[in-house]
């Protein structure tokens, strides 16, 4: 199994831009989840899907964040616009029972 | 309520001793108590994981010590090594919320050679 797959791993991009970034569960796990990590505030769960629908978006920071899970293989977060505060690791992981996590290597996302 | 607290923020030991990483929590919901280790560069990954109804659990040289009553549990690294040096997160979660697991802030852990 490849584990979970994140992309891009990194991301510059300039503030006011449209930002996406893209997740593959493990094949099986019906649990998805998205975090955001900085030293400040640590690991944040932004939201959590479970059989591709959202469960729990109360964790999504404002109405430029935005999460999607079309089909059990794929998500995306999208941000836009993006903003310098936004800077930081976003982790997607998945689980097949909603406890054991499987995490990706996460996109480091610098906004300018 | 929803929060774990963990300490210390950072933690340096000697190769061969002892690390030991505290967690607190206040929700006594809580049901399942894992641990994450987190190299730079890379997600987190399950290191080792515990309930409320046993007192220890054990698996290699990583142990977890839980204290229901006093709504605690740690983590002990035996014969620390270098290749250990990660970061290290406690989480709690329980089984209504069916994912919403909650992180502490995470203990950088440094084995010096």
């Known amino acids: 199994d490849a584990g979970v797959i994140q992309s891009p791993r990194h991301e510059v991009t300039e503030m006011g831009q449209e930002v996406t970034l893209r997740c593959k569960p493990i094949?099986?796990?019906?649990?998805l989840f998205w975090y955001r990590q900085t030293m400040m505030r640590g690991l944040e769960l932004l939201i959590y899907?479970?059989?591709?629908?959202?469960?729990?978006d109360s964790g999504m920071p404002e109405d430029r964040f935005s999460a999607k899970m079309p089909n059990a293989s794929f998500s995306t977060l999208k941000i836009q616009p993006s903003e310098p505060r936004d800077s930081a690791v976003y982790f997607c992981?998945?689980?097949?029972?909603?406890?054991?996590?499987?995490f990706g290597s996460g996109t480091r996302l610098t906004v300018v | 309520q929803q929060q774990v607290k963990q300490s210390p923020q950072s933690l340096i030991v000697q190769k061969g001793g002892i690390s030991i990483i505290n967690c607190a929590y206040e929700?006594?919901?809580?049901?399942?108590f894992p641990w994450y280790q987190q190299f730079p560069g890379k997600g987190p990954a399950l290191l080792i994981a515990?309930?409320?109804?046993?007192s220890e659990k054990k698996e290699g040289r990583f142990t977890i010590s839980f204290n229901k009553s006093a709504k605690q549990f740690s983590l002990h690294i035996m014969d620390s090594q270098p290749g250990d040096s990660a970061t290290y997160f406690c989480?709690?979660?329980?089984?209504?919320?069916?994912?919403?697991?909650?992180f502490g802030k995470g203990t950088k852990l440094s084995v010096k050679p």
């Open positions: 992981a998945s689980s097949s029972t909603g406890f054991g996590y499987t």
């Open positions: 094949s099986g796990h019906d649990y």
């Open positions: 899907f479970n059989n591709n629908v959202p469960i729990d």
């Open positions: 929700n006594t919901a809580f049901d399942y």
């Open positions: 515990i309930r409320p109804d046993v």
């Open positions: 989480a709690a979660n329980w089984g209504g919320s069916q994912g919403n697991l909650i």
